[in-house]
């Protein structure tokens, strides 16, 4: 007895030391300035959405633009990587038990070598082709590297469910490869594309060295890039900072929400494989 309350209090610190960031950013977005210095962690009294206004008022359209780019630079990213983790994942899944884990291995350096080590080598090649500071270098970088390796291993996992009665009879109809995987696979895994599309969306829209480093200060900004101009080197407006992430926050929360019943069917089917 002892023992599971030990367990269930450290769950619930663990819970509260997780929520505390969100309840800090929520809170202060409706404080004013005075208000947040005097006491960061007091609801909000009286309550203000000049904060908001604020945000969105700003001459340079900072909220604005930053959400615009980051919805273009999410939106094209993973409507790439859904199409393309799948068909990858379908012909790995065909392939011998040999060549499977042959190539499982190669997409798992993937995942191993972290991004920020191979970010200046990607910023020096997209130089290079001439997509230094351009949208189109920022979605390729984003295709490759650990997004890509990530949804191949969610979608082989997904892929050993689908039973292969099916995918012989659509051949056995004289469907091409292609055809199997557009016609008939790729509908089966819908959960496994909700759980990607969700993961691999929330990480491109919080990505911050990407934007900062391939797009640069003269072509523009998403809203993580943003938030980081936003702060002032001698002082900051804390109710606008708070402001504007209130504001950066809302587009992934609301997509979410959309989709969570896909979302948690995923991780639900996952977990029974």
């Known amino acids: 007895m002892t023992r599971r309350r030990f367990h269930t209090g450290f769950a619930w610190l663990a819970t509260l030391l997780f929520c505390l960031p969100i309840y800090l950013a929520l809170v202060n977005a409706f404080k004013d300035q005075r208000q947040i210095l005097a006491n960061p962690a007091a609801p909000p009294a009286p309550f203000t959405l000049g904060n908001l206004a604020r945000a969105l008022q700003r001459p340079d359209l900072l909220v604005q633009a930053g959400l615009i780019n980051s919805v273009v630079v999410t939106a094209a990213s993973v409507i790439v990587l859904i199409p393309l983790s799948s068909a990858v994942s379908f012909y790995i899944s065909e392939r011998s038990p040999r060549i499977r884990a042959a190539l499982l291995a190669m997409f798992a350096l993937g995942l191993m070598v972290p991004p920020q080590v191979v970010l200046l080598p990607i910023v020096g090649l997209l130089q290079s082709v001439g997509l230094q500071h351009t949208y189109t270098g920022l979605v390729l970088s984003n295709v490759g590297g650990g997004y890509l390796s990530f949804a191949v291993f969610v979608y082989v996992g997904f892929l050993r469910g689908v039973p292969r009665e099916v995918i012989e009879a659509a051949r056995v109809d004289g469907a091409s490869d292609l055809r199997v995987w557009?016609?008939?696979?790729?509908?089966?895994?819908?959960?496994?594309?909700?759980?990607?599309?969700?993961?691999?969306?929330?990480?491109?829209?919080?990505?911050?060295l990407n934007p900062l480093f391939i797009l640069g200060p003269l072509k523009g900004q998403t809203i993580t890039t943003g938030v980081y101009l936003s702060v002032g080197t001698y002082s900051t407006d804390y109710g606008q900072l708070f402001g504007i992430m209130f504001l950066a926050a809302i587009i992934p929360v609301v997509g979410?929400?959309?989709?969570?019943?896909?979302f948690i069917h995923g991780l639900m089917s996952g977990a029974s494989k």
């Open 182 to 208: 557009w016609r008939v696979v790729f509908p089966m895994v819908r959960p496994a594309t909700a759980t990607v599309a969700i993961f691999l969306g929330l990480w491109v829209w919080n990505d911050f």
């Open 256 to 262: 979410y929400l959309v989709s969570q019943r896909e």
